[in-house]
T-cell receptor, first 114, second 114 residues
Framework: GENVEQHPSTLSVQEGDSAVIKCTYSDSASNYFPWYKQELGKRPQLIIDIRSNVGEKKDQRIAVTLNKTAKHFSLHITETQPEDSAVYFCAASRGTGTASKLTFGTGTRLQVTL | NAGVMQNPRHLVRRRGQEARLRCSPMKGHSHVYWYRQLPEEGLKFMVY????????ESGMPKERFSAEFPKEGPSILRIQQVVRGDSAAYFCASSLTRGNEKLFFGSGTQLSVL
């Protein structure tokens, strides 16, 4: 089955700096890669996703890049703000049939300091 | 448009009792996924259901755990004879169609086994 690895497990940046979180996946048939943000005690919320037919997607301060050859994808947050502090999870799925479930990485705890 | 609704938010059970967790998907969504999250860990897939069908239960323990999604009513995750190791947050997510679709998560049920 799919295996998703995520690094780093914790990340501390100063407000205004950029943060980068990286994930690798094992199943070359995976074609859907979402990122979720989870604040303490809250539900995971989808913040951005990318499909395998594009290499990059951007939404304001958040961007995701995908390298299908190397089987890795990254989340980039620019101009970080204190409210960006949360745990971020990457995930991957094949998106078809019984393999459509998301396999999650182990999470990155992002701390944005003033 | 209500989101994914889970109840109860918190559930306390003694060892050997049964736990029933409920999930009502978003309106119009017919695909439900259950995930388990241990403290400081990622989301582990348990089971994927469509109305009246279990599509993929590869992540669910063979004993004591069962899930259903009847034609009418919420999806139910049932844990019989709970043990302390079952203590975790259980999240339900729903999607509109199978595969390549965004998952929307509920607020979770925190199960504590005494």
């Amino acid at each position: 089955g799919e295996n998703v690895e995520q690094h780093p497990s914790t990340l501390s940046v100063q407000e205004g700096d950029s943060a980068v979180i990286k994930c690798t996946y094992s199943d070359s048939a995976s074609n859907y890669f979402p990122w979720y943000k989870q604040e303490l005690g809250k539900r995971p919320q989808l913040i951005i996703d990318i499909r395998s037919n594009v290499g990059e997607k951007k939404d304001q301060r958040i961007a995701v890049t995908l390298n299908k050859t190397a089987k890795h994808f990254s989340l980039h947050i620019t101009e970080t703000q204190p409210e960006d502090s949360a745990v971020y999870f990457c995930a991957a799925s094949r998106g078809t049939g019984t393999a459509s479930k998301l396999t999650f990485g182990t999470g990155t705890r992002l701390q944005v300091t003033l | 448009n209500a989101g994914v609704m889970q109840n109860p938010r918190h559930l306390v059970r003694r060892r050997g009792q049964e736990a029933r967790l409920r999930c009502s998907p978003m309106k119009g969504h017919s695909h439900v996924y259950w995930y388990r999250q241990l403290p400081e860990e990622g989301l582990k897939f348990m089971v994927y259901l469509q109305k009246e069908n279990i599509i993929d239960e590869s992540g669910m323990p063979k004993e004591r755990f069962s899930a259903e999604f009847p034609k009418e009513g919420p999806s139910i995750l049932r844990i019989q004879q709970v043990v302390r190791g079952d203590s975790a947050a259980y999240f339900c997510a729903s999607s509109l169609t199978r595969g390549n679709e965004k998952l929307f998560f509920g607020s979770g049920t925190q199960l504590s086994v005494l």
